[in-house]
């Protein structure tokens, strides 16, 4: 006769509250979990720098201090490469924003809809689009706060790859710890097959990222868009984020071609240099530098991207895929797992 814990509606009720509880832990733990994730992923990409150095026979302390080295060296080359363009799309933006009023009014008038489209200023600067906007003092400290809080997390986050690199060996015995000793393989091979997949496919995004930034930029100085540069890494790295992200970058590209006044010869130029990147992105770029290292279906990598979004902003939906494989890795090998782990994959169904 089954015990109360062999019910099936309770053991559906305890999954549903288990999931329940994930979710409002996320939620309500995102000041803590976020930045240690992220920081997790970030000493995943550079740890076998810090194990290459050690094999060259540098002390612990000088290796973590090399491969941190490597991840602020890209930041602050990222950071100055956008800042420059940044800085000059501040200067000239009162310049864009009266291009791209003009340009949607003359959309409304030809067009024929100028009932459903209000007609925007255009042409005095004191009558642009963000005249009319209070400026207050405590909007202004609101944005301060925003940006020094947003400062503190990134700094919280660096701060918290060298504690995790320092003590990468003590957290992975502490989990081959936790696991029985005839289970303790398998916990080793989860371990390292978790590292492997986060490792080769960040790797491969930064490899991707940068060669879509160079494909855009090309392109985009084809048609003469202005700050070209910053608008092409602006789309590459849109393409962090699975299917969205694409559709937004090109949205996002082809507001800025419109304003810039090249007509429909900029917005078509946009659209073929995103086209043409797409298809070598589809079908050249990642089966030959991403793979198919996470292998999660279409449906679970939406599901994942919208819902971490949701939870945490557009930082979690960076880090969803390289999360969720984590988390199909571990499935993979845990009993009573596995069909979740095969419902989140693309492994081929036997008919």
């Known amino acids: ?17 288990l999931v329940i509880g ?19 992923i970030l000493a995943l990409i550079i740890d076998p720098i810090d194990d290459k150095l050690r094999s060259f026979g540098w002390k612990p302390g000088f290796a973590i201090f090399g491969a941190f080295f490597v991840l602020l060296l890209f930041f602050l080359i990222l950071f100055f490469a956008i800042g420059q363009q940044v800085n000059a799309f501040v200067e000239n933006w009162p ?4 291009s791209l009023s003009a340009q949607l009014n003359k959309f409304r008038s030809n067009s024929g809809l ?23 003092g405590g909007s202004i400290l609101s944005i301060l706060g925003t940006t020094i809080g947003a400062m503190g997390d990134f700094v919280l986050t660096l701060v918290y790859v060298i504690l995790l690199l320092t ?20 916990a080793h091979q989860t371990l390292n097959e978790s590292r492997t997949v986060v490792q080769r496919y960040l790797r491969g995004q930064l490899i991707l990222i940068a060669t879509l930034s160079v494909l855009y930029a090309i392109g985009f100085l084809i048609v003469g868009m202005d700050y070209a540069i910053l608008i092409a890494i602006l789309v590459a790295f849109m393409s962090l984020i699975p299917y969205l992200g694409n559709i937004i970058g090109g949205l996002i590209a082809v507001a800025l071609a419109f304003s810039d006044g090249g007509g429909s ?39 994942c991207v919208v819902g971490l979004a949701i939870l945490w902003g557009p930082v979690g939906a960076v880090i969803a895929i390289p999360l969720t494989g984590i988390i199909r ?15 989140m994959g693309q492994d081929k169904i036997e008919s």
């Open 1 to 17: 006769m089954p015990t109360t814990t062999d019910s099936p509606l309770l053991r559906a009720t305890l999954q549903v509250a």
């Open 22 to 40: 994930v979710i409002a832990l996320l939620y309500f733990g995102k000041p803590l979990l976020l930045p240690l994730l992220v920081a997790g």
């Open 95 to 98: 310049e864009i924003e009266q």
């Open 114 to 136: 100028g009932s459903l489209i209000p007609e925007l200023p255009s042409g005095d600067p004191d009558e642009s689009m963000m005249a009319d906007m209070p400026v207050s």
């Open 167 to 186: 003590q990468k060996q003590r957290l992975r015995h502490f989990i081959l710890r936790l696991s029985p000793d005839e289970d303790r393989g398998l």
């Open 265 to 303: 010869y900029a917005v078509f130029g946009v659209l073929i240099t995103m086209s043409v990147a797409q298809v070598v992105e589809s079908y050249f770029l990642t089966p030959l530098i991403v793979g198919d290292e996470v292998s999660l279906n279409p449906l679970a990598t939406i599901i």
């Open 329 to 343: 890795t571990i499935f993979s090998h845990v009993k009573g797992l596995q069909d979740f782990a095969f419902l």
